[in-house]
């Protein structure tokens, strides 16, 4: 870790005001003007239930107040009372809207950076959460892992808050392996998206996070995350053991 005082640790990180907030994610719905659908442009429930009458599995990583996952939790419920749905939310704050109705609905209260689910996913999505996270890198390689063959990834991501060591961007190198693992990102949406699983190779080292940034793209207080390496050779060890094998 740096010795640089901007710079917290994982720790430190998830104590600050502009982390650990009850505000982030709250009324973000299903489906509707203020929703995953929009923001993301695709629609979680309809993605899912395509996939049926396969079991399915969607992993919330932010998910705030769990309100989509809860509304997706209602809507399965009504229209496939018979399918075999599992909907995981987690969140750092863990403030949510309301609790799980059935078994098909887990919401867990946990630090992204440690947390690790116990098998893979259909549907992986990340609605702002990666602006508050600190080794973007790692949660963002994890993610991409935790998917099922032909499963979706969508995750919104500045590559402007990846920063060299000496505060310099490093987000050419940082697209440029996700071109190079052939996953998408959309400039205008900030969205990474792929169909997976699949593997990316960051070697960049983590030095840690910058909570006195400023506002990202969103307009709200971001965190800005710092590394050290050569982001061109092979992924390190820490990176590599956050795909579950």
């Excluded at 995953?36 to 395509?50: I, K, N, Q, T």
């Excluded at 032909?150 to 440029?176: C, K, N, Y």
Aim: a negative charge; one cysteine or more.
């Amino acid at each position: 870790m740096s010795t640089d005082p901007r710079l917290l640790d994982h720790a430190a990180l998830e104590r600050s005001s502009v982390v650990a907030n009850t505000a982030m994610n709250r009324e973000r719905g299903l489906s509707g003007v203020n929703s995953y659908a929009r923001d993301l442009g695709l629609d979680p429930f309809a993605s899912l239930a395509e996939r049926l009458p396969a079991p399915v599995r969607w992993i919330d990583v932010c998910c705030g107040s769990g309100r989509a996952l809860l509304e997706a939790e209602a809507r399965f419920a009504a229209e496939y009372p018979e399918a075999e749905v599992a909907l995981l939310g987690i969140d750092l704050v863990g403030y949510f809207q309301g609790a799980p109705r059935t078994p098909r609905l887990r919401l867990v209260t946990a630090s992204a950076h440690e947390w690790r689910p116990d098998g893979d996913a259909d549907l992986v999505t990340c609605v702002h959460g990666l602006h508050y996270i600190g080794d973007k890198l790692a949660l963002l390689t994890a993610m991409a892992g935790w998917l099922t063959p032909g499963g979706t990834l969508a995750a919104h991501f500045d590559p402007a808050g990846i920063r060299h060591r000496d505060g310099s961007s490093a987000a050419r190198p940082v697209l440029a392996e996700l071109r190079r693992a052939g996953v998408g990102y959309d400039s205008r949406r900030h969205l990474v998206t792929t169909r997976g699983p699949a593997t990316l190779r960051f070697s960049a080292s983590y030095l840690g996070a910058d909570d006195t940034a400023g506002p990202g793209y969103t307009g709200q207080p971001a965190v800005t995350s710092h590394y050290g390496g050569d982001y061109s050779s092979i992924y390190s060890n820490s990176l590599d053991s956050m795909i579950p094998r």
